[in-house]
Structures are given as structure tokens and as C-alpha cells.
């Protein structure tokens, strides 16, 4: 069964600084996705970043980018300029295809974010 | 604004209640889900409706009834639910193909008194 690991509960950034949130996950398949979903206090579950396994290069999406390393199973995400509207929980996500139209995510335990004026 | 509404936000029921949850997508998505998240938890998949059939359903308690008439609606109904499944309820829907991942709604939050 695949898990996903954060193990960093909370974190703390300067306004306009840089963070790393990191995310480790178990499986044995060879191809699969990853995400970085944001959850801000209004409670509505954002998509910030989707990962590719196949895919060599990082994903990035403005201020947001990952690291993977697919040998180490590792998928962190790093937020630049930091601002004070990234102050939310981040689950990290694991989907396998499953060759049919749906998707099964498994969502990490979440860490949360604040952002210091 | 996501595509993807709930109703209602919040709701306080007694265990004796019946009451249900609704979720509507307006994505043109055809699998939609249900999750549910407590304190200090990952998020938990409850049940999966891919062209309106049920495809998956965690081991949840039959207290907990799906219905999903058509691929842009998801009911939750229940019933004689416990103190411990107060929790923040979310509703997603999902394309598949070549833009996995999941849309989500607001939630609900329920409280069981």
C-alpha cells in the first residue's frame, strides 16, 4: 500500500523569504503523479503543483516549485518571495493510475504554514 | 471559486437526526468523491462514483449513505451518527485522463451532539 510522510507538523517563514516543505512517500510502482495541494483557512482544497513521474524535470508554477527525487522517493516543495495569502496547511498527494477515468489520491498527514509580516 | 459547491456549510446534528450533504460540480467532470477529514488525520477516502456508479467504499459505516443521481450531483446522507464522525467533509470531482488530480469543494463541517 502506498503512504505518504510529512514530517514537519509546522513551519514558519519571513515575509518574502523562501521555505521548503518536505514530503517522502512509499510505493513500488514506476509510474505515478504527485501534488502539492494547499488547504487556506476558508477550507477550499487548491492544487498548487502536479508531478509527473516520468517526467526528469521539476514542476514549477510561479513562486512554487518541487524537488523530486524519484530514487529517494522524495517530493518537497519550495515556496519563494513568500507572502502572507500562503498561510494554509499543504498535504503532499500520491495518485497511481489505475488505467480507468477516476483518480485515488492518498494524502499526506499535512503541514502547516505560516507567514510572518 | 472552483467549480465544485457544497451545502450546507456547517451543520449541527443530534445522533437521533437524519440530515444529508449535497455537492454539485459544474467541471463537466465524471467521478466524483467523498472525504473525510479530522483533527490531526489525513484525509480519508470515503467513497468514489466514476459515470455514477460507486466504485469504491472504504469500509465505511452503512450510518453513512451515498447517492449519486447523475455525474454533476453527490448526496451524503445520514443517520444515527456518533460524536466521533463530527469532522470537515469534502466533496471532489475529478476528470481523470490527462489531467489527474481533484477539484474540491468547501466542506461541510458537521458537528454530532
Known amino acids: 500500500a502506498q503512504t505518504v510522510t510529512q514530517s514537519q507538523p509546522e513551519m514558519s517563514v519571513q515575509e518574502a523569504e523562501t521555505v521548503t516543505l518536505s514530503c517522502t512517500y512509499d510505493?513500488?510502482?514506476?509510474?505515478?503523479?504527485l501534488f502539492w495541494y494547499k488547504q487556506p483557512p476558508s477550507r477550499q482544497m487548491i492544487l498548487v503543483i502536479r508531478?509527473?513521474?516520468?517526467?526528469?524535470q521539476n514542476a514549477t508554477e510561479n513562486r512554487f516549485s518541487v524537488n523530486f527525487q524519484k530514487a529517494a522517493k522524495s517530493f518537497s516543495l519550495k515556496i519563494s518571495d513568500s507572502q502572507l495569502g500562503d498561510t494554509a496547511m499543504y498535504f503532499c498527494?500520491?495518485?497511481?493510475?489505475?488505467?480507468?477515468?477516476?483518480?485515488?489520491?492518498?494524502f499526506g498527514p499535512g503541514t502547516s504554514l505560516s507567514v510572518i509580516p | 471559486e472552483t467549480g465544485v459547491t457544497q451545502t450546507p456549510r456547517h451543520l449541527v446534528m443530534g445522533m437521533t437526526n437524519k440530515k444529508s450533504l449535497k455537492c454539485e460540480q459544474h467541471?463537466?467532470?465524471?467521478?466524483m468523491y467523498w472525504y473525510k477529514q479530522s483533527a490531526k488525520k489525513p484525509l480519508e477516502l470515503m467513497f468514489v462514483?466514476?459515470?455514477?456508479?460507486?466504485?469504491e467504499n472504504n469500509s465505511v459505516p452503512s450510518r453513512f449513505s451515498p447517492e449519486c443521481p447523475n455525474s454533476s450531483h453527490l448526496f451524503l446522507h445520514l443517520h444515527t451518527l456518533q460524536p466521533e464522525d463530527s469532522a470537515l467533509y469534502l466533496c471532489?470531482?475529478?476528470?481523470?485522463?490527462?489531467?489527474?488530480?481533484?477539484?474540491f469543494g468547501s466542506g461541510t463541517r458537521l458537528t454530532v451532539v
Open positions: 462514483y466514476n459515470f455514477k456508479e460507486q466504485t
Open positions: 467541471l463537466g467532470h465524471n467521478a
Open positions: 498527494a500520491f495518485m497511481s493510475p489505475r488505467g480507468t477515468s477516476y483518480d485515488k489520491v492518498i
Open positions: 471532489a470531482s475529478s476528470q481523470g485522463g490527462n489531467s489527474p488530480g481533484c477539484s
Open positions: 508531478q509527473e513521474a516520468y517526467k526528469q
Open positions: 510505493t513500488s510502482e514506476n509510474n505515478y503523479y
